[in-house]
């Protein structure tokens, strides 16, 4: 069933694109987790994505955001030969992931996941470009450090639902 939904999902997200870009970010999801997929028609020099999950005040969060295994996995975040981070503000219900190779070779053209997140918590994921700090949607920058239009298309999907910690406590000695 959730693959079938995943699929469903995937399939719209495809078809409803407006237009057919070089470069996309496609999100793609199984369960609680979504995959961010980047299809990119030249190296690059650096990709930062601001997203927003949730709606503030909904039980949603955000677990987990990490490149592991995905296109800009080797990069190293020392600050020598690059720069590569997540932040997640489960109260504001967003994310900040950044991958700029300094040193390292740019990020290779293909297709490939770039970011892995997983949510937990009662309601939906609705996965729509946001503005954190001075970061506004997606970014992607050729190795000329030149800014590259792409296709984004949100997701939506429902969080699986989590038993909840529990509210009163009692202490004894």
């Known amino acids: 069933m959730v693959k079938k939904m995943s699929l ?3 399939l719209i997200l495809i078809l409803g694109s407006a237009s057919w870009a070089a470069n996309k970010m496609v999100a793609t999801s199984d369960a ?24 503030p005040g909904t039980n949603v969060i955000c677990t987990k955001a990490d490149f592991s295994g995905g296109m800009a996995d080797y ?5 020598q030969s690059g720069a590569k ?16 190779p300094f040193t390292a070779k740019a990020i290779p053209q293909g297709e490939g996941t770039f970011l892995n997140l997983e949510f937990k918590g009662e309601g939906k994921v ?10 506004t949607g997606i970014s992607l920058v050729n190795t000329k450090a030149q800014e590259l239009k792409f296709d984004f298309n949100p997701i939506e999907l429902t969080a699986p639902k989590v038993q909840a910690l529990p509210k ?3 202490l004894a000695q």
């Open 168 to 170: 009163d406590f009692s």
């Open 85 to 100: 981070f997540t932040i997640i503000d489960n109260e504001k219900k967003t994310v900040l992931a950044v991958a700029i």
């Open 8 to 10: 469903i999902i995937v």
């Open 75 to 79: 990069i190293a975040d020392d600050g």
């Open 126 to 135: 609705k996965l729509e470009q946001t503005t954190i700090s001075h970061q």
């Open 32 to 55: 609680n987790k979504v995959a961010l997929n980047l299809s990119a028609d030249e190296p690059l020099g650096g990709v930062v994505v601001a997203l927003k999950f949730a709606e």
